[in-house]
């Protein structure tokens, strides 16, 4: 099973919190780019 955390999301949409370890300012920017380019929208987030 599974449970919808955000409510305001379509259901046919997901969310996906994910934390990467990068190489620096550099490979952080490729991997955003690679995903942006596939499609995903990216957000960063203020730790």
Not at 14 to 28: A, K, P
Not at 36 to 42: D, H, L, T
Request: proline share 2%.
């Amino acid at each position: 099973g599974h449970h919808r955390t955000y409510s305001d999301l379509p259901a046919k949409m997901t969310c996906m919190d994910v934390t990467i370890d990068t190489q620096g300012q550099d490979h952080l920017q490729r991997i955003i780019a690679s995903l942006q380019a596939a499609g995903y929208e990216v957000e960063i987030a203020a730790y």
